[in-house]
């Protein structure tokens, strides 16, 4: 997938699918979400998460341009990557492909979050410099 070095394949399961027979458009952000922590997995920063104060990193904006339906038993794939990384925010973009086709695009932001002062926290250092060099450098601040 042109522009993403991480990519996941999502099976699309019958639950996944709406009254039409398609992917329910509320499943394309399930989707983008597992490519998200896949995206952070990869990087080294994995959960287990053993109690909800362990998300540090929290949506506060979620966009998805849907291009086309997909169906049952088709080939999807989620590809992620960070485009911009701020203080205490990122900004994840995706991509999804059904059949190696676009079937929608867009995006997350994300806050890093500390759930025991119930505010925004800076990004970690050693964070911010694995994704920049998994991203090579390539991101906007």
């Known amino acids: 997938m042109d522009g993403f070095r991480h990519v996941v394949p999502i099976e699309v399961r019958f639950h996944d699918l709406d009254a039409l027979g398609h992917v329910n458009n509320t499943v394309y952000l399930v989707y983008a979400e597992t ?5 952070l997995a990869e990087l080294g920063f994995t959960l287990p998460i053993t109690h909800w104060s362990d998300f540090t990193l929290i949506v506060v904006h979620t966009s998805c341009d849907f291009k086309k339906p997909i169906l049952y038993g088709q080939k999807v794939a989620v590809g992620t990557h960070v485009t ?5 925010s990122m900004r994840l973009d995706y991509r999804i492909e059904s ?11 994300v806050v890093y979050y500390d759930h025991a002062s119930n505010c925004a926290k800076p ?11 998994f991203e090579n450098d390539k991101l906007s601040n």
């Open 84 to 88: 911009a990384i701020n203080r205490s």
């Open 123 to 133: 990004i970690p250092q050693e964070m911010r410099t694995k994704i920049e060099a």
């Open 99 to 109: 059949e190696g086709k676009l079937a929608a695009e867009g995006y997350a932001i």
């Open 35 to 39: 490519g998200r922590l896949s995206y």
